[in-house]
């Protein structure tokens, strides 16, 4: 997808989500505003209610920080070392990931959007093995290249985002890997999945309108309850993929490959009609 199609699919998803109500719970607002943090950042340390921003955290290596109610603005973690970050009720504004050690991190309750000024985060090339995302507002933001292996993301907003190309596998061997990760309950329309490999994982209950599935491996994977549509499904495969309880929108049979898919009864008629097939009750 090129910086042309990810602007107009962006501009699109900005006025469909304006208003929408979703079920993420925004972060508590706190009485107590954040200070300007002057101290020094050291492993394990606890902070809270802090401003941030000003910290040159391309030179920090701290593992195991919690962080609680803080602010990020225009922050660059390019090259951070925080493996085992634990942030709850953050606000990280327009900050930049890139190639960041974010290995077992997790965030609650935080925000990596704003939505007045459109600025996202860039996750690109980051590490985020085995990281947990819970109840955050996630949308727009770019996760491509990045290294997402055991990754959870649950009761998230991600509309919008880029995923194209993040590898979500492990190599076991020169030619065997193996994907892990957890996606459920987050609504992931129109992001961009371009390439990845996310067979035999666990992705229930999650809303995948609009979103580019070109050249995507979904082999085995659990999509149950979950809302589908597939503009952009070209060398797509659902080979044996759980699709039971899922609504699927616009799936062209002579176009994915099935072979092996799940579904329920009630399913199969929206299928079927996919093919120009008129069908009548019995």
């Known amino acids: 997808m090129n910086d042309n199609e990810l602007e107009i699919r962006l501009n699109t998803l900005r006025e469909r989500i304006k208003n929408q109500k979703t079920k993420v719970v925004e972060p508590v607002a706190d009485s107590q505003p954040p200070q300007t943090f002057h101290g020094d950042i050291t492993p394990g340390c606890c902070i809270t209610h802090q401003d941030l921003s000003r910290i040159h955290w391309q030179s920090v290596r701290a593992s195991d920080l919690n962080l609680s109610h803080c602010t990020f603005r225009n922050v660059d973690f390019t090259g951070a070392e925080l493996e085992g970050l634990h942030a709850t009720h953050c606000h990280f504004e327009h900050c930049r990931f890139r190639s960041a050690d974010l290995t077992a991190s997790r965030f609650e309750h935080c925000t990596f959007y704003h939505g007045d000024e459109h600025q996202r985060c860039d996750f690109s090339f980051c590490n985020l093995k085995e990281a947990q995302f819970t109840e955050c507002d996630l949308s727009f933001c ?89 503009e952009h499904c070209h060398g797509l495969s659902l080979a044996s993929a759980d699709l039971r309880n899922t609504e699927l929108h616009g799936l062209d049979l002579r176009k994915v490959n099935l072979q092996g898919v799940k579904i329920l009864e009630w399913q199969q008629q929206s299928l079927l009609e996919s093919l120009g097939l008129i069908i009548f009750p019995d």
């Open 142 to 230: 770019s996760f491509s290249r990045a290294d997402a292996y055991g990754i959870e993301i649950d009761h998230c907003r991600a509309q919008g985002c880029d995923f194209s190309l993040a590898s979500f596998s492990r190599m076991l061997s020169r030619k065997t890997a193996i994907a892990l990760a957890t996606i459920t309950n987050t609504n992931l329309a129109y992001s961009d999945f371009e390439g990845v490999v996310l067979d035999k994982c666990e992705l229930p209950n999650n809303r995948w309108i609009g979103v580019n599935f070109t050249n995507a491996n979904l082999e085995g994977a659990n999509l149950c309850g979950g809302t589908m549509s597939f």
